[in-house]
């Protein structure tokens, strides 16, 4: 063999063995359901190891980073979201490239003065828009150059503020607007991207705070809704309804999972779960597999992996379901973490990342047979309601007061 052909050949083998970098567009990832394929991603580090950068944010916020080959882009509000900010910066520095403020003097109700920044921006590589609650939904170029806006989609008045993030199909662009709690619609919009004009609108009864999923079904593309008390397949073209299941009752703040035909959706504030077989059209409730009247709190959303469903609840338990018989698999008798958590999972390399409030980060085996990898401290004083963001091999973090950038020496 010539040193050409060798050369070739050790080229080949190194590729076949270190997975595609990703970008992360949206909210919960490529797929919108929290899971990088790449290798190579950090399993520890603290406040000093494998810290690659980290910046500060001059107001909080609770929505995630998304990235973009050498772009990252995020949100964040001042006090009482005056001004809400779409931010750019470059991720090999962290330097900020570009700063876009939308101004909003109208009073909106919120859980807290501090969190008007919940949803995550979205990107197809050439655009990014983002919802900034009742203030609307914007558009910019890679510049930060406004391409267009919609300041016409009411006023969100709810005690707990907002949180969907929009997401992309194809030419379109679709938010779930809301919640409304007692004034006001709860609707499906869809817009062109490149335009901003409406293509479809579905009004539902009511809201929830989770965003909705893509996903394809039995060979067809399928827009998951979680609201009470539906779990909804829709036609992502049109917005019409494909098939309902019946079984949510609570605050519905995490967003739908599906896997191999099986559909998982959660109340929040000790409401109930299930999980569907889904195929048909129409009324699916008798295709339930399983729902748990259970008296649990969970604001971030689980992943499904291996017909297991994990997922943290608030108060910082973890657990793992089957997804056909809803038994629980672990059994965690202590909490595995120092606090609470609003983060959701994040699958990568056989682990799941989820953030607690004080910005540790719990690593568990997603298997069956429970275990807790590793505890990642960023040191005392760190507060945050997000959740990692990965790609090309880093993770990156949102806390209240910097953005990080985890990586591997």
Not at 7 to 24: D, G
Not at 69 to 79: E, G, M, P, Y
Request: glycine share 10%; aromatic share 10%.
């Amino acid at each position: 063999m010539n040193r050409c052909a060798a050369f070739m050949l050790a080229s080949l083998l190194i590729a076949s063995t270190v997975a595609k970098a990703e970008n992360w567009p949206s909210w919960r990832g490529p797929d919108g359901q929290s899971v990088s394929h790449e290798k190579g991603i950090p399993l520890t580090w603290s406040d000093s190891e494998n810290v690659k950068w980290k910046i500060p944010l001059e107001h909080q916020g609770n929505s995630s980073p998304i990235i973009w080959d050498k772009r990252i882009f995020l949100t964040q509000a001042n006090k009482d979201g005056l001004t809400r900010s779409l931010l750019c910066f470059n991720r090999e520095d962290g330097k900020e490239l570009w700063n876009v403020d939308v101004e909003y003097t109208e009073k909106e109700r919120n859980w807290n003065p501090n969190w008007y920044a919940n949803a995550s921006p979205v990107t197809d590589g050439e655009r990014v828009i983002v919802s900034f609650g009742s203030a609307g939904m914007y558009c910019y170029d890679f510049e930060g150059k406004e391409l267009w806006k919609r300041t016409d989609l009411g006023a969100w008045d709810h005690a707990f503020g907002n949180s969907s993030s929009p997401i992309l199909y194809g030419d379109l662009a679709i938010l779930w607007c809301g919640p409304n709690e007692k004034m006001g619609r709860n609707y499906l919009l869809a817009v062109d991207k490149k335009t901003g004009k409406t293509a479809w609108e579905h009004d539902e009864k009511n809201g929830s705070w989770g965003t909705p999923l893509i996903t394809k079904i039995d060979g067809e593309d399928q827009l998951l809704l979680s609201t009470i008390p539906y779990l909804k397949g829709i036609d992502p073209r049109t917005g019409k309804d494909i098939w309902w299941c019946e079984g949510l009752n609570k605050y519905v703040y995490t967003s739908p999972l599906y896997r191999d035909g099986f559909a998982v959706a959660m109340s929040g504030y000790n409401g109930a779960d299930l999980a569907v077989k889904v195929g048909g059209k129409g009324d699916i409730t008798s295709q339930r597999l399983w729902q748990h009247p259970q008296n649990i709190q969970r604001v971030g959303t689980g992943v499904l992996h291996g017909g297991h469903v994990y997922i943290m609840e608030e108060n910082g338990v973890p657990h793992c379901y089957d997804v056909k018989t809803g038994e629980e698999v672990w059994k965690v008798e202590k909490r595995p973490g120092g606090g609470k958590t609003w983060g959701s999972m994040v699958l990568a390399e056989g682990r799941l990342y989820v953030m607690m409030n004080n910005a540790e980060t719990l690593v568990f085996a997603a298997k069956p047979e429970y275990e807790l990898l590793a505890t990642n401290s960023l040191g005392r004083g760190n507060e945050t309601n997000s959740t990692p963001a990965i790609s090309d091999g880093q993770i990156f973090l949102r806390t209240f007061k910097h953005l990080w950038c985890i990586s591997e020496k």
